[in-house]
C-alpha cells in the first residue's frame, strides 16, 4: 500500500524504522489528520518475514525492504588472535572468526 494523502482523517497500520539504520522496529496505528502525511520514521509498507538473527531495512528512496544478518550481542573470536570481539553494528561476522572461545594462547582452528 502506498500513502495517499486525504481530506478526512484517517487511520492505518504504519511500521515503525529505527531513525539511524532505517531497520524495522515495530508495528502500530497512526491517527493522521486531514492534509497531513506519514509521521517521521515509518512506512505504511509492511516488511517481509524476517528470518532469526536478521533484521529488516527500509530504503527510503526505492521504497523496499532489505534483509540483513544481525549478530548483534554476540561475542566471537578472532582465529588468528584468539582476541575477543564483541558485534554492536549489523551486518554479517567478520572473516576469520568463532564462537568458541580459545582454551589457552597456543588454541588452533
Known amino acids: 500500500m502506498t500513502f495517499k494523502m486525504s481530506d478526512t482523517p484517517q487511520t ?10 532505517n531497520e524495522f522496529i515495530g508495528a502500530g496505528d497512526a491517527y493522521i489528520p486531514p492534509h497531513t ?6 512506512t505504511d509498507i ?5 528470518p ?4 529488516a531495512v527500509f530504503d527510503a528512496e526505492t521504497q523496499t525492504w532489505s534483509l540483513q ?5 554476540e561475542t566471537v ?3 588468528t588472535t584468539g582476541n575477543q570481539i564483541y558485534i554492536s553494528e549489523p551486518g554479517p561476522l567478520p572473516e576469520n572468526v568463532t564462537s568458541v572461545s580459545p582454551d589457552g594462547e597456543y588454541q588452533k582452528w
Open 12 to 21: 492505518i497500520k504504519i511500521f515503525n524504522l529505527r531513525s539511524d539504520t
Open 46 to 50: 509492511a516488511p517481509p518475514d524476517i
Open 77 to 79: 573470536y578472532d582465529t
Open 52 to 55: 532469526s538473527s536478521h533484521i
Open 37 to 42: 502525511g506519514l509521521p517521521a520514521n515509518c
Open 69 to 73: 544478518e544481525d549478530h548483534r550481542g
